[in-house]
């Protein structure tokens, strides 16, 4: 059971190129959740979905986008990567359910020079 | 969205008991508290969480007042693993999913 699984663990990427941040689960999860976390700050939410096919925006989407096809994979994609989306980037999946906790990856660290 | 306050920072020596206090006056009747830690730069890690009773899990208490304005994350017997930065969570409900609003935590550091 490897739960939550981002790849990559880290990217360095040009002003303006684009890519995608990829997550899996394996514990059937209905929901997944991408969140950013910058230096010395708290995590905040992208975006998130409670199903296959259905997303939706959280605190901070603009430059970002996201599709759910399947239960276990949730991508984020940097259309035009800009300095300021420098972060680490977490992954994460619950239950359905009020109060299930979420489950966290461990992580991709991206900087954009 | 209620929030939460706390310490920026927090020692405690090994073995003994570590408390770690959060403010949330203005949380709403339905809202959760949930505590999460983040050890070096790992993603966060689910602790535990309550609505009005105390509750207790392999790795913490927490202990909730009774007119639900703050509350006390304990660690029984901390360790230098545990080392970490805590999270103090009310959780916002947006169409049934869980929206984790993190502050900038406690940063709490075990010392041999």
């Known amino acids: 059971n490897a739960g939550v699984t981002q790849t990559p663990k880290f990217r360095i990427l040009k002003i303006g190129q684009s890519m995608t941040l990829q997550c899996t689960q394996d514990m059937n999860h209905n929901y997944m959740y991408w969140y950013r976390q910058d230096p010395g700050m708290g995590l905040k939410l992208i975006y998130y979905?409670?199903?296959?096919?259905?997303?939706d925006k959280g605190e901070v989407p603009n430059g970002y986008n996201v599709s759910r096809s399947t239960t276990e994979d949730f991508p984020l994609r940097l259309e035009l990567a800009a300095p300021s989306q420098t972060s680490v980037y977490f992954c994460a999946s619950s239950y359905f359910g009020r109060n299930q906790p979420q489950h966290f990856g461990d992580g991709t660290r991206l900087s954009i020079l | 969205d209620a929030k939460t306050t706390q310490p920026p920072s927090m020692d405690c020596a090994e073995g003994r008991a570590a408390n770690l206090p959060c403010n949330h006056s203005t949380i709403s009747g339905n809202e959760y508290v949930y505590w999460y830690r983040q050890i070096h730069s790992q993603g966060p890690q689910y602790i535990i969480h309550g609505l009005k009773n105390n509750e207790t899990n392999e790795m913490a208490s927490l202990i909730i007042t009774e007119d639900r304005k703050s509350s006390t994350l304990i660690l029984p017997h901390a360790t230098l693993r545990d080392t970490a930065v805590y999270y103090c969570?009310?959780?916002?409900?947006?169409?049934?999913?869980?929206?984790?609003?993190f502050g900038q935590g406690t940063r709490l550091t075990i010392n041999p």
């Open positions: 979905s409670v199903g296959a096919g259905i997303t």
């Open positions: 969570i009310v959780r916002d409900l947006i169409q049934g999913a869980q929206k984790l609003v």
